[in-house]
């Protein structure tokens, strides 16, 4: 029994599209679109306290910097703000070579003409008009037929036209949006677009643009695809029009719609930097132009300092970047999962110089997006070994076998559970060495080495104070060791694994070493940083030994057996 209080049967799926041969889905993009913002207008809108002239300046020079080339800059015949901007743009000079300003205005004479008078001395500008065409705006706003609103779109176009005449030093380009297209019949939407480029007359050379905006999300992405290459492939004079997108978010599809409207047939895309915008936003640029740039596309957008953008969008809007953003987000390059980490830390040791990416969870190389390793891999109560060993081995050159791995995981999950959070790498690194570096009972306190023939090594330990001597020979100076420990005490104890590297280079490096000891049938493992090789090897060796039974209890028996004879 459906809840009167959530009832879907209140509600209509998106009429189907009457394609019969649709092409889209087979298309594969291959260059970046026409980019506009709207951050400056749409993008302040919607804001709990627009903008102050001041906030806009700032984001108006970020907007440059990071390449837009088309930037709709206000709404100057419904705001003083977005007035008293423009003409500081123009009258400042502040309009870079190659960058053309685009402002809105309803279909309404006294609106455009206070708009042209904002835009006078302008190189070039759009001037983009509007009004709404779909059937509940037509029956319940505006109660008039589609030949009314048609009407209402011609004559909003021969006030632009007539009012741009008036300023002939500028280059103007016209844009027209049957608001709400997505809720718009689609014969409709085409007959007052055609209606529209009729009054405008464009050509190839100087086409207008046809703004079709999404001004609410009310269907599936490949619906709005569909409605994009209907309308592409019954306009006349298809060669002399620009079609531009204008897509929200309403159901969380404003870049994939705007993707998949690309390979519809458009040419063009509105949205903003971060997708601010009304209800659920804009189409996000930085998302789409990503999207592109992982798929080796030039986004012709420079987005390599991500910060810049979060700090400056954030400041001038007050609105927070959700850490799980696409692409730029503080976490959407971490890994916790330990199969993650895994892979990850696998995959970058394997990835050439040169070659394709190829990285297991991360989609791009972060470093492009002005991203290091630091945030990649971090560890909490959910992960695994990868990411400790990863951490180690980055922040502090610390390689770990795997063994060793295998036996520090329980240790860093239980820190982890105990202050229920996250790990730093210098947290896991003094979980390392408080877990394996044991330098009591047992402490060498020197060793002579003799290579000739068979090793042999003479050590000199401390054991609570007192003096030990040991000799003993093998084929190395742990094997030698082992010898000695059994002639001194009467137990075999066996090296199971041992490892051991650098830590830096040059002549001051200390060496680290790691060994795995069978004691008694038990495996303990042991630890031990030096800056002589051989001294590395033989602590990490006590290290073992100490962290078993075997230092007091074996060292005890023998020393009461010594002192009874």
Request: aromatic residues 8%; glycine residues 8%; negative net charge.
């Amino acid at each position: 029994m459906a809840s009167t209080a959530f009832d879907h049967r209140k509600y209509a799926p998106a009429e189907p599209v009457p394609l019969i041969n649709r092409q889209w889905p087979s298309r594969t993009l291959t260059q970046a679109p026409y980019w506009a913002s709207v951050d400056l207008r749409d993008g302040n809108q919607a804001l709990l306290e627009p903008m102050s002239v001041e906030q806009k300046k700032r984001l108006w020079a970020l907007l440059v910097k990071v390449g837009l080339t088309e930037i709709e800059i206000g709404f100057p015949a419904a705001s003083q703000h977005d007035y008293d901007f423009v003409r500081w743009l123009i009258e400042e000079d502040q309009i870079p070579e190659g960058v053309n300003i685009q402002v809105l205005v309803q279909a309404r004479e006294h609106l455009i003409e206070k708009t042209f008078a904002a835009l006078e001395g302008a190189k070039r500008a759009i001037v983009h008009v509007y009004n709404s065409t779909s059937k509940v705006q037509r029956e319940r706003v505006f109660e008039q037929e589609r030949e009314g609103i048609i009407g209402i779109a011609e004559q909003g176009a021969r006030w632009v036209m007539e009012h741009a005449a008036r300023y002939p030093d500028t280059h103007w380009t016209f844009q027209y949006s049957p608001e709400s297209f997505t809720s718009t019949e689609l014969d409709f939407a085409v007959e007052i677009c055609e209606a529209v480029m009729d009054v405008w007359q464009p050509t190839p050379e100087k086409p207008c643009i046809l703004n079709l905006p999404a001004t609410v999300e009310v269907g599936p992405v490949n619906h709005f695809a569909d409605q994009i290459e209907y309308f592409v492939t019954h306009l006349n004079n298809r060669e002399s029009a620009i079609i531009s997108l204008h897509t929200h978010n309403d159901r969380g599809g404003a870049a994939a719609a705007a993707e998949l409207g690309l390979l519809a047939g458009a040419d063009r895309v509105e949205g903003t930097l971060l997708g601010n915008g009304e209800r659920t936003g804009n189409m996000d640029i930085v998302t789409l132009a990503m999207n592109l740039y992982s798929q080796g596309i030039d986004p012709k957008l420079d987005l390599s300092n991500p910060d810049e953008i979060i700090q400056v969008c954030t400041e001038c809007t007050g609105l927070e970047v959700h850490p799980r953003h696409p692409w730029i987000g503080e976490l959407v390059y971490t890994a916790f999962s330990g199969s993650h980490q895994d892979a990850i830390r696998k995959c970058l040791h394997k990835q050439q110089e040169g070659e394709a990416w190829q990285v297991a969870y991360l989609p791009i190389d972060p470093k492009d997006l002005g991203r290091d390793y630091q945030a990649v891999i971090r560890v909490n109560s959910q992960s695994g070994k990868g990411g400790m060993a990863f951490l180690l081995e980055r922040d502090f050159g610390i390689s770990l076998p795997r063994w060793m791995t295998l036996e520090l995981a329980p240790h860093v999950q239980a820190a982890s559970e105990k202050t229920n959070g996250e790990l730093s790498s210098q947290m896991i690194r003094d979980i390392l060495l408080d877990t394996f570096l044991r330098d009591a009972p047992l402490t060498l306190k020197g060793y002579r080495l003799d290579r000739e023939g068979a090793e042999r090594l003479t050590a000199t330990l401390m054991h609570n104070g007192d003096t030990i001597a040991l000799e003993g020979q093998g084929n190395g100076a742990i094997s030698a060791f082992m010898d000695a420990w059994q002639c001194h005490t009467g137990q075999n104890i066996n090296v199971v694994d041992y490892g051991e590297h650098a830590l830096g280079e040059g002549s001051d490096a200390v060496a680290i070493a790691f060994v795995q000891l069978n004691v008694d049938g038990v495996r303990v493992s042991g630890m031990a940083e030096d800056g002589d090789t051989v001294s590395a090897s033989l602590k990490a060796v006590l290290s073992a030994i100490n962290r078993s039974s075997a230092a007091s209890d074996i060292l005890g028996a023998s020393q009461a057996q010594a002192a009874n004879a």
